[in-house]
């Protein structure tokens, strides 16, 4: 088992909608979860950290469950400049950095 | 502030040639990291640093080497190259190791085709 798994996708929808992505980890001891955004042929960039109270930054709220050891993103009125790959990232320590396949997010006019 | 910067963007290899991918960052972070991303696939650490002098071996390691002979050079050398090596290297670079106050910065990647 993959120790952080996401759903590929892609995910299809129109602007304006509401969209959430589901991560998995499978290591109870990761300590630190984030959302990282890849456009296409570009290089991972920071979305935001998550935290178990949840954290919202305008129309993006992330949520860690570690009883079910999922994190959450959803994404409010979609944007076509959203379209995009979303990365869940585990940490364990400092150096144990485990990325997430990603899930790929196509919002359509 | 140029943050984490690679070079080249772009190569093409032939199989058993060598070649160095360039990383240099001017954030004076601590940490840095290579990492390389396959089609489909999550980034992969190949190796890490925790600071000049210091290096260790990630998931991926076999067939590449690095050094860290300042805080802000990580260089990747691929000695032989292999098909099985074309892929896209992304190095980053965190302040204190990843963590809720130090994100990883990525390089823009440099995309090498072995044939």
């Known amino acids: 088992r993959k120790e952080v798994e996401q759903d590929p996708g892609p995910f299809n929808v129109p602007e304006g909608a509401t969209v959430a992505f589901n991560c998995t980890y499978s290591?109870?001891?990761?300590?630190?979860f984030f959302w990282y955004r890849q456009d296409c042929r570009k290089e991972p960039k920071l979305l935001m950290s998550?935290?178990?109270s949840g954290n919202e930054d305008g129309r993006f709220t992330a949520q860690l469950n570690r009883a079910s050891q999922y994190i959450s993103l959803l994404i409010r009125d979609s944007k076509l400049s959203d379209s995009a790959t979303y990365l869940c990232v585990g940490v364990r320590g400092y150096q144990k950095v485990t990325f997430g396949t990603g899930t790929k997010l196509q919002v359509i006019p | 502030n140029a943050g984490v910067t690679q070079t080249p963007k772009f190569r093409i290899l032939k199989i058993g040639q060598s070649m160095t991918l360039q990383c240099t960052q001017d954030?004076?972070?601590?940490?840095m990291y290579w990492y390389r991303q396959d089609p489909g696939m999550g980034l992969k650490l190949i190796y890490y640093?925790?600071?000049?002098?210091?290096?260790d071996k990630g998931e991926v390691p076999n067939g590449y080497n690095v050094s860290r002979s300042t805080t802000e050079d990580f260089p990747l050398r691929l000695e032989l190259a292999a098909p099985s090596q074309t892929s896209v290297y992304f190095c980053?670079?965190?302040?204190?190791?990843?963590?809720?106050?130090?994100?990883?910065?990525f390089g823009n990647g440099t995309r090498l085709t072995v044939t």
């Open positions: 290591n109870s001891a990761s300590q630190s």
């Open positions: 954030m004076n972070h601590n940490y």
């Open positions: 640093s925790v600071g000049a002098g210091i290096t």
């Open positions: 980053a670079s965190s302040l204190i190791g990843t963590g809720a106050d130090s994100p990883l910065h």
């Open positions: 998550v935290y178990s």
